[in-house]
């Protein structure tokens, strides 16, 4: 088989372009959340909170500062860029990350509730060992 049928033969099964469409619509979902947290439910929180921005809240561990030049042009002194921990962004993305679990917890439970329910397999005949059982009982009560 040459390997290009083998290849067309793997792309086509369909879990795999099951998945391909899961991908897509997760990221276009992760944009939805993204825009629907950023843009939605920050500033309330912001409000609820006293007017907090939480994308400038950050811990800084080193200031930045702008490269010093002489009167020629040169450069005395390089440009230090700033350290900080950017707790706020944390703080966002983590609510995002609760958000797309909820959202996909209930995905999963109303497709667990979709599925119908298998029935009970039938009961298993007596096994050859209880129908012996079985006999000798029935022997004995005569």
Same mark, same amino acid.
């Given at each position: 088989?040459?390997?290009?049928?083998?290849?067309?033969?793997?792309?086509?099964?369909?879990?795999?372009? !099951?998945?391909?469409?899961?991908?897509?619509?997760?990221?276009?979902?992760?944009?939805? =959340?993204?825009?629907?947290?950023?843009?939605?439910?920050?500033?309330?929180? @912001?409000?609820?909170?006293?007017?907090?921005?939480?994308?400038?809240?950050?811990?800084?561990? =080193?200031?930045?500062? &702008?490269?010093?030049? !002489?009167?020629? @042009? &040169?450069?005395?002194?390089?440009?230090?860029?700033?350290?900080?921990?950017?707790?706020?962004?944390?703080?966002?993305? =983590?609510?995002?990350?609760?958000?797309?679990?909820?959202?996909?917890?209930?995905?999963?439970?109303?497709?667990?509730?979709?599925?119908?329910?298998?029935?009970?397999? &039938?009961?298993?005949?007596?096994?050859?060992?209880?129908?012996?059982?079985?006999?000798?009982? !029935?022997?004995?009560?005569?």
């Amino acid at each position: 088989m040459s390997m290009m049928k083998e290849f067309k033969e793997f792309a086509m099964k369909g879990n795999l372009v !099951d998945m391909a469409v899961a991908f897509v619509m997760g990221a276009a979902f992760t944009k939805v =959340t993204t825009a629907f947290i950023s843009g939605m439910v920050m500033p309330l929180i @912001g409000q609820l909170t006293g007017g907090i921005n939480f994308s400038d809240k950050k811990i800084i561990l =080193t200031e930045g500062a &702008a490269e010093i030049t !002489d009167a020629s @042009g &040169a450069v005395t002194t390089a440009a230090v860029s700033e350290v900080a921990v950017a707790w706020g962004s944390f703080i966002t993305v =983590t609510i995002e990350f609760l958000v797309v679990a909820f959202v996909m917890f209930m995905v999963i439970k109303s497709i667990n509730k979709m599925k119908k329910a298998e029935p009970a397999p &039938a009961p298993a005949g007596p096994s050859n060992e209880e129908k012996l059982l079985m006999e000798i009982r !029935d022997a004995l009560k005569k």
